[in-house]
Nanobody, 123 residues
Framework: QVQLKESGGGLVQAGGSLRLACSTS????????VGWFRQAPEKDPDFVAA????????IYADSVKGRISISRDNAANTVYLQMNDLKPEDSAVYYC????????????????WGQGTQVTVLS
């Protein structure tokens, strides 16, 4: 199956911005929907955003709407997560994953996950 790799994480001051990328060396099969989740230490994973196969529709968690934008470039086999006005509570390991159906907020709708990239927001 296709391998996913997240990149773009790091240390950033509160109010700063990061752009995460979820990339593959080959086309995501059938331009599958892609979701982003995040997991803080000793916490359950939380939904962040998801996008459909064509890039024409996206959904967001209430906690990040207005600050985060998801997009995809299917020719580049990459999905992006642009994060602005970052807050300390955004600190987590961010994961991308693909599903076989439609964008969803439930983690069990996704069955192929990357290894994650760390985001740390300093206060």
């Amino acid at each position: 199956q296709v391998q996913l790799k997240e990149s773009g994480g790091g240390l950033v001051q509160a109010g700063g911005s990061l752009r995460l990328a979820c990339s593959t060396s080959r086309r995501i099969p059938n331009f599958a929907p892609v979701g982003w989740f995040r997991q803080a230490p000793e916490k359950d994973p939380d939904f962040v955003a998801a996008i459909d196969g064509s890039g024409g529709a996206s959904i967001y968690a209430d906690s990040v709407k207005g600050r985060i934008s998801i997009s995809r470039d299917n020719a580049a086999n990459t999905v992006y997560l642009q994060m602005n006005d970052l807050k300390p509570e955004d600190s987590a390991v961010y994961y991308c994953a693909t599903s076989h159906f439609y964008p969803a907020r439930e983690s069990d709708s996704y069955d192929n996950w990357g290894q994650g990239t760390q985001v740390t927001v300093l206060s």
